[in-house]
T-cell receptor, first 115, second 115 residues
């Protein structure tokens, strides 16, 4: 079965510093990987996805993610964090088995950016 | 382009009462999903529709939860009778096709509190 793991419940970073939010995956076949962000009392907003091709994927709001097949990881990164980046971040993998194509989400990582 | 619409945004009920949530997906999106997000957890799929047919309802507690998408557009999720553990945010999402590699588009969610 497809799954993703987010090993950190919370990541703290100072404004202006680089940030990394970790995600590892377990899939059979080719992985389709996604990152979403959730601000308080809001729905999930799509940031970026990896389907195939370049291992470095660029997304919204200056975020990028690096796909690493050997380490089965898909870490989210940003060179310089903003206070407004503080939110809950979810990694997800698409379940391509059977008739469904649902997204399976990790448990989320709370990013706190201090001014 | 209008996003996914959900209502109500907030609902408080007593246990054993019933509640219904409504979702209007993005125009033209054939696939509609209902996810349950319990505080501190990632979203979990309850049911997936392709047009007005059910693709996956394996994690829907069918003794108390029901969902329909009669005309292949709007959808309603009902809980009857509600339990304390049903307190969660109910997220509706839509996507254009059934086997695509694209992202899901989420609504703002309906927050349910069961007392």
């Amino acid at each position: 079965a497809q799954s993703v793991a987010q090993p950190e419940d919370q990541v703290n970073v100072a404004e202006g510093n680089p940030l990394t939010v970790k995600c590892t995956y377990s899939v059979s076949g080719n992985p389709y990987l996604f990152w979403y962000v959730q601000y308080p009392n809001r729905g999930l907003q799509f940031l970026l996805k990896y389907i195939t091709g370049d291992n470095l994927v660029k997304g919204s709001y200056g975020f990028e993610a690096e796909f690493n097949k050997s380490q089965t990881s898909f870490h989210l990164k940003k060179p310089s964090a903003l206070v407004s980046d503080s939110a809950l971040y979810f990694c997800a993998v698409r379940d391509t088995g059977g008739a469904t194509n649902k997204l399976i989400f990790g448990t989320g990582t709370l990013l706190a950016v201090q001014p | 382009e209008a996003g996914v619409a959900q209502s109500p945004r907030y609902k408080i009920i007593e246990k054993r009462q019933s509640v219904a949530f409504w979702c209007n997906p993005i125009s033209g999106h054939a696939t509609l999903y209902w996810y349950q997000q319990i505080l501190g957890q990632g979203p979990k799929l309850l049911i997936q529709f392709q047009n007005n047919g059910v693709v996956d309802d394996s994690q829907l507690p069918k003794d108390r939860f029901s969902a329909e998408r009669l005309k292949g557009v709007d959808s309603t999720l009902k809980i009857q009778p509600a339990k304390l553990e049903d307190s969660a945010v109910y997220l509706c999402a839509s996507s254009p096709g059934d086997r695509g590699t694209g992202e899901l588009f989420f609504g703002e969610g309906s927050r349910l509190t069961v007392l």
